[in-house]
Nanobody, 123 residues
Framework: VQLQAYGGGLVQAGGSLRLSCAAS????????MGWFRQAPGKEREFVAF????????DYLGSVRGRFTISRDNAKNMVYLQANSLKPEDTAVYYC?????????????????WGQGTQVTVSS
């Protein structure tokens, strides 16, 4: 699976962006999908995941209620609607395809990564 993320940009605090990720290949619907982000000087962190059938989603606590992940298996697309953006959301955002696993909690283990798209939120 090849992934291409786009839709980032510069936005003022309180604004919105819709990130998109286009996947190639006929097996898109067999992958759980997610978004991760990496801010300057920080480690990459999980933002959101969505299961293959869209029946299950989860979010990083600090974005829950502001971000919404969705997917369209017919179009091989996954989206991240980011509302009420804050300066601390500034990061490079990456989409990923992989599998959900359950231990103490459910988490996405990425197999494939897309290139990042920059999101910058000004105060």
């Amino acid at each position: 699976v090849q992934l291409q993320a786009y839709g980032g940009g510069l936005v003022q605090a309180g604004g919105s962006l819709r990130l998109s990720c286009a996947a190639s290949g006929r097996t898109f619907s067999s992958y759980d999908m997610g978004w991760f982000r990496q801010a300057p000087g920080k480690e990459r962190e999980f933002v959101a995941f969505i299961s293959r059938s869209s029946s299950s989603t989860d979010y990083l606590g600090s974005v829950r209620g502001r971000f919404t992940i969705s997917r369209d298996n017919a179009k091989n697309m996954v989206y991240l609607q980011a509302n009420s953006l804050k300066p601390e959301d500034t990061a490079v955002y990456y989409c990923a395809a992989g599998r959900l696993y359950r231990s103490d909690s459910v988490y996405l283990e990425p197999t494939y990564w897309g290139q990042g798209t920059q999101v910058t939120v000004s105060s």
